[in-house]
């Protein structure tokens, strides 16, 4: 299958800082996702960006999509001690049910 | 709020018995998924259905089979399992639109010893 890549792997800050994770993929899209899964536990979701869209806020977090260079980045601003868990980002495979899900930025932010 | 539960938190099993992993949710979604999680390798699907008696393989069916008899229900089998398939278990719900947001459950580590 077509796995996603993010990056980095891990990723240590201090509290108040911004996170920044990045995501690849490989095939076409009709939207991006990202998840944040809390160690040991399921995953929630964060934010859905369409394929049409380029740029799309949540609170703290802020999606870019580039579709040309298939990728997107998450951006977590003055960062809590409360953000830190392992973040997915996840596309749709060519327009099935299916989901392609990264491998994970695991984000641990310092008090 | 929608919620997914899933039988059991923690599972430890013998080699060659037979699993059930029970998955429920609450939004009358149309779709269900079943993922296993392993270190280093992300989340993989293993099947997952988008109606009721209606099942697809996903990427890592092996070893593994599906039951959906009731829209809000699905049940992952493990036929006879083994020890690799210890791992961490997520069923996922949705609604029918392809791609659209994933309710995820709490999750299930199995042991098979």
């Known amino acids: 299958s077509q796995q996603g890549e993010e990056d980095p792997q891990a990723l240590s800050i201090q509290e108040g800082e911004n996170a920044t994770m990045n995501c690849s993929y490989k095939?076409?899209?009709?939207?991006l996702q990202w998840y944040r899964q809390n160690s040991g536990r399921g995953l929630v979701h964060l934010i859905l960006?369409?394929?049409?869209?380029r740029e799309k806020h949540s609170g703290r977090l802020r999606v870019t999509l580039d579709t040309s260079k298939k990728s997107s980045s998450l951006l977590i601003t003055a960062s809590r001690a409360a953000d830190t868990a392992s973040y997915f980002c996840?596309?749709?495979?060519?327009?099935?049910?299916?989901?392609?899900f990264g491998t994970g930025t695991r984000l641990k932010v310092l008090a | 709020d929608v919620k997914v539960t899933q039988s059991s938190r923690y599972l430890v099993k013998r080699t060659g018995e037979k699993v059930f992993l029970e998955c429920v949710q609450d939004m009358d979604h149309e779709n269900m998924f079943w993922y296993r999680q392993d270190p280093g390798l992300g989340l993989r699907l293993i099947y997952f259905s988008y109606d009721v008696k209606m099942k697809e393989k996903g990427d890592i069916p092996e070893g593994y089979s599906v039951s959906r008899e009731k829209k809000e229900r699905f049940s992952l089998i493990l036929e006879s399992a083994s020890t690799n398939q210890t791992s961490m278990y997520l069923c996922a719900s949705s609604f029918i639109e392809p791609g659209g947001e994933q309710y995820f459950g709490p999750g299930t580590r199995l042991t098979v010893t």
């Open positions: 960006i369409r394929s049409n869209e």
């Open positions: 996840a596309t749709d495979w060519r327009g099935t049910y299916k989901y392609i």
């Open positions: 095939t076409s899209i009709n939207n």
